[in-house]
């Protein structure tokens, strides 16, 4: 009887699959690198072959090195990149355009005009997004409105628009089967989270044929099976979740109150607000955490742009560093008497400051300013930008004890970004065994609806704790920073 799950975390940067066993363990992983393109000035795009042949390759890999043959698989989870808009046509299957992906700014003057005129309350009360051009809808828009030919072609519904997990689904399937889960559906600016479908007003408002959009299931449910041929039998999807709410379930955050970021490329926290969609008027986001059997369960959701990518940019860009660890070395040894703070903004401020023009800075360099400085600025950075989310958080929904924030993602392999992290909030910091909570929650939607998986309240007494970072700094130390942090963003945002 098969028993093993097949993970896809189709992320940003790379393509990985992981085929866990029936105690949800990791048996083998495949992961591999694909192309990014920067066409003009904050514009990003993938070939989304690319997406489709190294994810087909990192399934195949990972079902090698674990010994499995496909009949082993009982089922497959996805877990993707979020917003990353593809258009491709129904009858060839190929895209009319590259991926847009979730970074890219090129519809930030449409955005601008569409705030200016009136309509971002509408939008946020029906998808809980802001109007940014970090969602789908208008890049969906912009390819309708530049691609040569599109906008005909998806009247005449020759066209269908989806995000990353929807087109791997369409791939799998062999063009069987057009869905997307409730998680990617709203991020798209196009689904009223609320009422749960695509909505007409935003279809009109962004000028959408509804016959390019996909079905939208439960993030436990039935996506089809994958073409026999392309693993040797045809395997049931029954998982798909966008990843920072794969990683939510994962983390096992399945109660109100409960909290995980994650620490990648960018960060992005999430906080479970049970089946209340909780308005912010923080400018967070409102999203679906996850949807089972009909019944979504709502977050608020922090969106940092960048994280572990200014420790990337201090090895590549400054060539400071060889390897991301080095950071921590050089961190310790910094002059504790100098106060530098850096403001990464090099793709715009996410949340709370939704401001897509600013761009980074870093204040307080004097002539013995040097490498360590520039290694303490950069982890701390991350600390300042999960404090800004948190305090944006608590004016949105008054916990009843303390929030432990639940950690993930490649940065958290760094102890002393956490225990910066866990002083400057004031609260302690949990990283549990299994950091690959992304994967590890598409596996187990896959396997909640294969019936291998227990119900949540059981797989989360599995939740392993591997550190607890306690605050030791003291509140005025920790204030007199934080003020200095806001003192560097105000300035930027002037
Ligand atoms: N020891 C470390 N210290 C600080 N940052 C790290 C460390 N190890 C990895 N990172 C950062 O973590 C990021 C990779 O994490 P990962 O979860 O794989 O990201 P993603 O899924 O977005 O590609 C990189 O940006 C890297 O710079
Ligand atoms: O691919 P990641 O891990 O950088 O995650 C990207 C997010 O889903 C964007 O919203």
């Not at 955050?253 to 409960?258: L, S, T």
């Not at 994650?262 to 967070?284: H, I, K, P, Q, W």
């Not at 916990?399 to 924030?405: P, R």
Request: a negative charge; glycine letters at 10%.
């Amino acid at each position: 009887m098969p028993d093993r799950i097949l993970a896809i975390d189709q992320g940003t940067t790379s393509s990985r699959a992981i085929l866990f066993d029936s105690a949800l363990k990791p048996v083998a992983a495949g992961q591999q690198e694909f192309r990014q393109f920067f066409p003009h000035s904050g514009w990003v795009e993938h070939d989304p072959e690319e997406i489709w042949s190294t994810t087909a390759a990192m399934c195949r890999s990972a079902l090698e090195r674990g010994g499995a043959a496909p009949g082993d698989v009982a089922a497959i989870g996805i877990t993707n990149q979020r917003e990353t808009t593809i258009v491709w046509n129904r009858k060839t299957g190929r895209a009319v355009h590259n991926a847009i992906v979730w970074q890219d700014r090129r519809t930030a003057a449409l955005c601008a005009r569409l705030k200016g005129d009136g309509h971002e309350a509408m939008v946020t009360a029906k998808t809980g997004l802001l109007l940014d051009p970090y969602f789908s809808g208008t890049k969906l828009g912009w390819v309708l409105e530049n691609v040569e030919g599109a906008r005909a072609a998806a009247e005449a519904g020759e066209l269908l628009f989806g995000t990353v997990d929807t087109y791997l689904i369409w791939r799998l399937t062999g063009g069987r089967v057009h869905a997307t889960d409730a998680t990617n559906a709203a991020r798209t600016m196009l689904y009223n989270i609320r009422e749960g479908r695509w909505d007409d007003d935003l279809l009109k408002l962004l000028n959408i044929p509804a016959g390019m959009l996909p079905e939208v299931k439960d993030s436990a449910g039935d996506f089809g099976e994958t073409r026999p041929d392309l693993f040797g039998r045809a395997i049931p999807i029954r998982g798909v979740a966008g990843d920072q709410q794969a990683a939510t379930v994962g983390q096992a955050c399945f109660m109100p109150g409960m909290m995980k970021s994650t620490y990648g490329t960018g960060c992005f926290a999430l906080l479970n607000t049970g089946a209340e969609a909780v308005a912010s008027s923080n400018r967070l986001l409102t999203t679906i955490a996850y949807q089972l059997d009909g019944e979504p369960t709502y977050a608020l959701e922090g969106s940092i742009f960048i994280a572990g990518a200014v420790v990337q940019w201090l090895r590549d860009g400054l060539k400071m560093i060889r390897e991301a660890g080095e950071t921590q070395t050089l961190a310790m040894r910094a002059d504790p008497d100098q106060r530098l703070y850096m403001v990464p903004a090099f793709t715009g401020l996410g949340a709370p400051w939704w401001a897509p023009d600013v761009r980074g800075a870093i204040f307080g360099i004097t002539r013995n300013t040097g490498p360590a400085e520039f290694a303490r600025a950069a982890l701390e950075s991350v600390a300042f930008q999960t404090q800004d989310l948190l305090e944006a958080m608590k004016g949105d929904w008054s916990a009843d004890g303390d929030t432990v924030l639940r950690v993930d993602g490649g940065m958290t392999a760094s102890d002393w970004t956490m225990q910066a992290l866990a002083d400057q909030l004031g609260a302690p910091v949990d990283r549990p065994v299994v950091t690959e909570t992304t994967a590890l929650g598409a596996a187990y939607l896959a396997g909640l609806r294969a019936g291998l998986c227990p119900a949540p309240e059981e797989f989360a007494k599995d939740w392993a704790l591997e550190r607890r970072f306690e605050p030791q700094m003291d509140v005025a130390e920790r204030a007199a920073r934080y003020a200095g942090w806001r003192d560097a963003v105000g300035r930027l945002l002037d």
